[in-house]
């Protein structure tokens, strides 16, 4: 049995040269005729990889050995690299994988949109590690070595990788991973928490427990004392959104500034923020520079969140329209433009996915257009507006292939020229491309 278990290893062992990376960061190989996906492999590289799974169209492999490496390979800081998920690109060269990006947004848009920017922007970039100030912790307690496993997901998605730090995430969090494994096993409700969301503001770090089981004494105990010690917030959460409360302190002042145009942002603990602030605040400049709204002009921001475009464009003193499909985030971004002094700005709930011909807001007139959606992009949205007095739509996004289809729709239907696209290395290290593009008449 083991002799065939062997032979069996050998046969599915390959040698192949890596001619591109896919979307998810993975080499891939041409062999006998079908695409190869090779964890870890990167392109100009020959290597040996072995088979892990086959499908009609294309196999999946997992690298053996590389047998002539990239000059672009490093080594990756973090020490989780090879089995977590949470970023996969570490052993490429910072300059290159933005580089790599851009060149996916590039295909992307000629691929399916069959368009090309008259103009690639270089890319944005900002701090490559510490960057990331909101996420999720995995947390699942493992009988079999009776402790707690704290991370984020492994390559293989059914289990947690067991970390110690995170080098990506800010250091008030990444540093002290192991210490939050620690908090957990000290736990009576260890086997009933799922998970651990941070988010972090310009003065506060707030760590949301989700709780399937009321804490007991001794674990709000243990729960406050870490929090004095770190200076860390802690909130429970043993329902929905709604029910997230603070455990300690009991008032938490968070928020975001951004200083180029005087606006600061409030926010709740899980809420949606950008991951990368200095991205961020990069992103919000080139927007608005490219967007150049002019004093008393309309313009409509489509998935506008807590405000994070509108509140900036506002300060040009153009009127704006923000929509958003949160009721919650609606409200707060209200709030957001009264604590701003910004009283032009309106804020909209609606569903941008669903028939919006009863919403007002869509019939009244708009000069420029801003929209930042979700990964499935803005078909929708787009297909229903009145966009012929529109003069400059500027589209942020989070998936090259939904921006793609939208640029084909944008220029080849509604009459827009794609003026200018390029990347944002909002993500460094992960294979997520973030990227903005402008359309104009």
Same mark, same amino acid.
């Given at each position: 049995?083991?002799? =065939? ?13 890596i001619i591109d990376l896919s979307h998810d960061g993975r080499g891939v190989a041409r062999r006998e005729g079908k695409a190869v996906f090779v964890v870890g492999a990167l392109v100009g590289e020959r290597v040996r990889a072995r088979i892990s799974h086959r499908s009609r169209s294309y196999d999946e492999a997992e690298l053996v050995e590389v047998l002539s490496p990239s000059p672009l390979r490093v080594t990756p800081r973090c020490r989780h690299f090879d089995s977590c998920s949470g970023c996969v690109l570490q052993h490429l060269d910072a300059e290159a994988q933005i580089a790599a990006k851009q060149r996916v947004l590039l295909d992307n848009l000629e691929r399916i949109g069959r368009v090309s920017p008259t103009r690639v922007l270089a890319p944005l970039t900002a701090e490559h590690?510490?960057?990331?100030? %909101? #996420? ?7 009988? %079999? %070595?009776? +402790? ?89 959460? !043993?329902? #929905? ?27 709740? $603990? ?7 602030? #200095? ?27 807590? #405000?994070?475009?509108?509140? !900036? ?39 941008? *996915? *669903? ?17 930042? $959606? !979700? ?15 529109? +003069?400059?739509?500027?589209?942020? =996004? ?36 973030? =990227? ?6």
């Amino acid at each position: 049995m083991g002799q =065939s278990v062997s032979r069996r290893a050998k046969i599915s062992e390959f040698e192949a040269e890596i001619i591109d990376l896919s979307h998810d960061g993975r080499g891939v190989a041409r062999r006998e005729g079908k695409a190869v996906f090779v964890v870890g492999a990167l392109v100009g590289e020959r290597v040996r990889a072995r088979i892990s799974h086959r499908s009609r169209s294309y196999d999946e492999a997992e690298l053996v050995e590389v047998l002539s490496p990239s000059p672009l390979r490093v080594t990756p800081r973090c020490r989780h690299f090879d089995s977590c998920s949470g970023c996969v690109l570490q052993h490429l060269d910072a300059e290159a994988q933005i580089a790599a990006k851009q060149r996916v947004l590039l295909d992307n848009l000629e691929r399916i949109g069959r368009v090309s920017p008259t103009r690639v922007l270089a890319p944005l970039t900002a701090e490559h590690w510490g960057y990331r100030r %909101k #996420g999720r912790l995995s947390v699942r307690w493992v009988e %079999k %070595k009776g +402790r707690a496993v704290v991370g984020f997901r492994e390559r293989n998605p059914r289990f947690v990788a067991d970390l110690s730090r995170c080098e990506t995430t800010i250091p008030a969090i990444g540093e002290r991973i192991a210490e939050i494994t620690a908090l957990v096993d000290r736990l009576d409700i260890r086997r009933d928490i799922p998970q651990i969301e941070f988010i972090a503001g310009d003065c506060a770090v707030v760590l949301v427990f989700r709780v399937l089981q009321a804490p007991t004494e001794s674990d709000r105990a243990n729960l406050r004392e870490f929090a004095e010690r770190t200076g860390l917030a802690v909130f429970l959460q !043993p329902g #929905g959104v709604e029910s997230v409360n603070p455990l300690w302190p009991e008032q938490v002042d968070l928020f975001y500034t951004v200083p180029e145009f005087s606006v600061r942002i409030d926010f709740r $603990p899980l809420d949606f923020i950008q991951v990368n602030e #200095g991205i961020n605040r990069a992103m919000i400049a080139r927007a608005l520079a490219m967007l150049a709204p002019e004093p008393g002009e309309r313009v409509l921001d489509l998935f506008c969140g807590l #405000g994070n475009f509108s509140l !900036p464009i506002a300060r040009s003193g153009a009127e704006v329209v923000g929509v958003e499909g949160e009721a919650g985030l609606v409200a707060r971004a209200r709030a957001n433009a009264r604590s701003n002094g910004l009283p032009a700005v309106t804020f909209h709930a609606a569903d941008l *996915a *669903a028939d919006l011909g009863s919403e007002p807001w869509l019939r009244q007139g708009f000069d420029r257009v801003l929209l930042d $959606p !979700p990964r499935s992009g803005a078909e929708a949205v787009l297909a229903q507006l009145p966009l012929d007095g529109v +003069r400059r739509i500027v589209y942020v =996004s989070c998936h090259p292939g939904s921006l793609a289809r939208d640029a084909g729709f944008l220029v080849r239907e509604r009459g827009f020229t794609l003026v200018e696209a390029g990347v944002m290395d909002m993500f460094p290290h992960t294979a997520h491309v973030e =990227s903005i593009a402008c359309f104009e008449r």
